[in-house]
């Protein structure tokens, strides 16, 4: 009986996988709930510090994704073209739209964290052909301690992790179906992943 109850859950998981991440989802949003308002804390936080003046001085002194800006110095030029700022700038539309707040770098960082793990569901769907597992990988990686703790923090690093694994999905995509516009997905992606980590690339 319990073995058929058991199978038969399998069954239902794996023949409905969205209701699984919509509820993966759910879940994660819970648990970081009280994280969204906090400002910047942890082992990182001159490197999370970093990534949020760029995005303030986006918002504040200069659209231009070109210029990412660290604080202003009495004559010395504060432009730090450390790594291509997407994502930075991104963050920094978003403010302008709903309003400078740590709460919106925080979500759009959530986001980020959610596009990457639908994406490793899709991916280890596309390589090992099975919802279950893809699911049960989506899960894995979504509660991994690192992943679970930056997912929510400013980091250029969690834009490339996520534009990578989209990238890797694109091209599996494309060595099963051998379309052409999958291939440009994954180049752009992989282009995107490598602008947003540019000095480990050099």
């Known amino acids: 009986y319990f073995l058929q109850m058991n199978n038969t859950l399998k069954n239902?998981?794996?023949?409905?996988?969205?209701?699984?991440?919509?509820f993966l989802c759910f879940v994660s949003t819970a648990m970081h709930w009280q994280i969204f308002t906090t400002d910047?804390?942890?082992?990182?936080?001159?490197?999370?510090?970093?990534t949020q003046i760029n995005i303030q001085n986006f918002v504040r002194h200069d659209f231009n994704i070109m210029n990412p800006r660290n604080n202003f110095v009495s004559g010395v030029s504060n432009i730090k073209r450390f790594e291509f700022p997407v994502m930075q700038w991104l963050i920094a539309l978003a403010d302008k739209v709903f309003g400078e707040s740590i709460t919106v770098t925080r979500i759009s960082m959530f986001l980020i964290g959610i596009a990457c793990v639908i994406g490793v569901f899709f991916l280890l769907k596309t390589v090992l052909k099975d919802n279950?597992?893809?699911?049960?990988?989506?899960?894995?990686?979504?509660?991994?301690p690192l992943f679970y703790y930056y997912t929510i923090n400013p980091l250029p690093d969690v834009f490339a992790l996520c534009c990578t694994i989209w990238y890797m999905f694109f091209l599996f995509?494309?060595?099963?179906?051998?379309?052409?516009t999958l291939l440009l997905s994954a180049a752009f992606f992989l282009g995107l992943a490598n602008l947003a980590k540019l000095p480990f690339v050099v």
Do not use: E, M
Request: hydrophobic share 50%; glycine share 4%.
């Open 173 to 180: 995509s494309y060595i099963d179906r051998q379309k052409t």
């Open 132 to 144: 279950l597992v893809a699911l049960s990988g989506a899960w894995a990686f979504n509660f991994s």
């Open 40 to 50: 910047l804390v942890g082992v990182h936080v001159w490197r999370q510090s970093q």
């Open 12 to 22: 239902s998981i794996a023949q409905k996988p969205l209701f699984s991440i919509l």
